[in-house]
């Protein structure tokens, strides 16, 4: 089973020595009592009302959580807008002239948007919306790269309750029919083009080529981004003028159920096909808002940097939500972080004063490898907590990251959750807990969580095991508790919960320390994390098998200095295909099936695939050949000669 191989091969993740946070941190934290887990246990599930205060309610709910289970409803009977609580109750507050968004665009511009110039124009783009024909429900795609327009289009949508699919802007324009068509979608929001190093990605081309093969008529808004003017077909909009019609309108924030949907987004699970998350107006809201607020200690007065890109649901949770709802200034950088200089991050660091920093272990990877001459050539000293997100973090690229971009002081927060959580749920409370680097921490106050074996036993301290979240939280998402599919599609690689009332299996393998603080061994199911982007084998090999000229491919996860992981194809050509040529469309294949992302960084002939004698592709062995691992018993193979091949074959690859 490739599940408990992976866990076994990530359970040497080691933890080093414990770190407090600096009592000038903990004087100022947003939360520095002690006693807040006792509290949330004591008081649960009414504990969340701490988060659901952070935000204004329409209409008071009537409890905290209603169903005593599935479908659970977070805030039930409570009625909000998003939109609302990320703009005009700033703007209402006397905080309409603080920055709501500064935007480092990848040209050297830069734009602030304070929070009544970001109400103006969401309001003048959801009164556009409204004018094309957007009705509430209806699913507007947002196809944009990281330019202020995406979040003005997100708080649009929101303000009149019309669901958005954000969509990778990498992302191809196959991935993005696929989406649309899931989510039967008839608005497009996308841009005529962008810069990606230095070249242009020809964004509308993309979006042209995904609506051929729609059912459904789409009306498209254009943003102008490569500024030369574009050309528009019948049906289409340009985003500009759009916006000049509707110059000074407000639209009346339309009130939503606290478990009305706010948002779709898709991920990659076990399947080919990826699956929507949808996620909730207030149990999500109040969820994004109270761990802004409670880990990332975002203050109204900072400035804050996640440097996630907003297609994924780190960028939804805390470049956009989070930290708009509690009126903070949020940074949007188009750029790469090594252009045009290895110092870029840095450089706009210093120049906006950032105060909190959030990225992934990829990055900060990265950044090691360039080497401290960059950050230390600039004045960091304005930061107070740094974050990071989307994979395990090794104790030697967290001890860099605090030693070296928070100069030995900041706190750092190891932040664990998914796209299907919406937000945090295992991380140290930086103004509470003591940091461990590599492990990432509790479950929150209000989070439960375990590590079980797959009896459904929780394991003893130092063994590994299966992450599963064994309460309800404000974040869940609406698809886990109504789609009966959700779980059904999980079966294979569960654990046995029968013994808990309802839990939900995160896919995850961990390992729990004697103070209950979590490190993650990675995904126990057929998902990559390159790079923290999420990805299924099953999704690439699809795109791989259908080159002509390849008469079988298996995918798998193999090592990674910086990505953490990386995609190895192997692939058995037919006869009398060119290997040159081949690997060249495999490349094309999944860059245009997917997305450049997802091209495998290794691809390996062989004249077979290893197969057990039922004539099953051994993954297994796939993943300890890449791993260069000792491959155990190879007995059960039909084919066993094809091991050595394969073994000679990669090291001639790398
Ligand atoms: C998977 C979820 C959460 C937003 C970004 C990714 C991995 C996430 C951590 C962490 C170790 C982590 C898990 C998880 N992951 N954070 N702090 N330590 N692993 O969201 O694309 O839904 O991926 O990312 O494997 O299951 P996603």
């Known amino acids: 089973m490739p599940s408990e191989d992976s866990v076994e091969r990530s359970a040497r993740a080691a933890v080093g020595e414990a770190v407090d946070p600096p009592p000038s941190f903990v004087e100022q934290a947003n939360v520095s009592d002690p006693g807040v887990y006792e509290a949330f246990a004591e008081d649960w599930p009414d504990c969340w009302d701490r988060a659901a205060d952070l935000l204004s309610w329409t209409e008071p709910y009537d409890a905290v959580l209603g169903g005593a289970g599935p479908p659970f409803r977070w805030f039930d009977g409570g009625r909000l807008n998003a939109s609302y609580n990320c703009l005009d109750r700033h703007v209402e507050n006397g905080r309409k002239n603080q920055v709501a968004l500064t935007w480092e665009g990848r040209l050297g ?242 120049r906006n004063a950032v105060d909190v920093f959030y990225t992934a272990p990829t990055a900060i990877r990265a950044f090691m490898k360039w080497g401290e001459k960059h950050p230390d050539r600039h004045d960091l000293s304005s930061l107070r907590l740094l974050g990071t997100v989307g994979e395990p973090i090794n104790p030697r690229a967290w001890n860099w990251y605090r030693d070296h971009i928070g100069n030995g002081e900041c706190p750092v927060v190891d932040t664990w959750w998914q796209t299907e959580t919406g937000g945090v749920m295992i991380s140290t409370l930086p103004g509470v807990d003591r940091m461990k680097p590599g492990a990432a921490g509790r479950p929150l106050p209000g989070i439960g969580a375990d590590v079980v074996d797959g009896e459904g036993e929780p394991v003893d301290p130092g063994e590994s095991g299966y992450l599963v979240v064994t309460d309800p939280w404000p974040g869940m998402p609406l698809s886990m508790v109504h789609d009966e599919d959700w779980f059904a599609a999980r079966e294979p690689t569960r654990p046995s919960l029968d013994d808990y009332d309802w839990a939900y299996f995160t896919e995850d393998g961990a390992t729990v320390d004697e103070d209950g603080y979590v ?136």
């Open 519 to 654: 490190t993650l061994l990675g995904r126990v199911d057929d998902v990559l994390n390159v790079s923290g982007h999420r990805f299924a084998t099953m999704e690439i090999e699809s795109a791989v098998a259908d080159v002509t000229g390849v008469a079988e491919a298996a995918v798998v996860a193999g090592p990674h200095e910086l990505k953490g992981e990386a995609v190895y194809a192997y692939v058995s050509p037919a006869e009398g295909a060119s290997e040159a040529a081949l690997r060249e469309q495999v490349h094309e294949a999944v860059e245009s099936a997917i997305s450049p992302i997802a091209v495998p960084d290794v691809v390996v002939f062989t004249p077979d695939l290893p197969k057990t004698r039922s004539g099953k592709v051994m993954r297994r062995l796939l993943e300890s050949v890449a791993h260069d691992e000792d491959l155990g018993d190879t007995s059960a193979l039909r084919n066993p000669e094809v091991v050595g091949e394969l073994e000679s074959a990669l090291d001639d690859e790398e």
């Open 109 to 350: 511009e830069s734009r602030t948007y304070s929070y009544l110039e970001l109400y103006r124009e969401v309001n003048e783009f959801a009164a556009a919306l409204r004018d094309i024909g957007v009705e509430e429900d209806d699913v507007v795609t947002l196809y944009l790269p990281m330019i202020p327009e995406l979040p003005v289009a997100m708080l649009a949508c929101a303000r009149i309750g019309a669901p958005h699919s954000v969509v990778f802007a990498g992302f191809s324009a196959d991935a993005l029919a696929e989406r649309m068509d899931d989510a039967d979608s008839a608005y497009l929001v996308t841009c005529d083009g962008y810069y990606r190093r230095g070249a242009p990605v020809h964004q509308k081309s993309k979006a042209d080529n995904a609506a051929i093969g729609l059912d459904q008529d789409v009306t498209t808004v254009v943003v102008d981004r490569l500024g030369d003017g574009t050309p528009l077909a019948e049906g289409e909009h340009d985003y500009e003028q759009l916006v000049a019609t509707h110059r000074g309108e407000t639209v009346e924030p339309v009130a939503r159920d606290a478990t009305d949907q706010l948002f779709l987004i898709y991920t990659s699970g076990t399947t080919g096909e990826p699956t929507g998350v949808r996620h909730t107006t207030g149990g999500y809201l109040a969820h994004v808002a109270w761990t802004a607020h409670a880990v990332l200690d975002i203050k109204p007065e900072d400035t804050y940097w996640c440097s996630a890109d907003i297609g994924w649901i780190t960028g939804h949770s805390y470049t956009v939500y989070g930290p708009l709802a509690l009126g903070t200034t949020t940074m949007l950088y188009e750029g790469t972080p090594d252009h045009p200089e290895k110092d870029r991050v840095w450089e706009l660091i210093e």
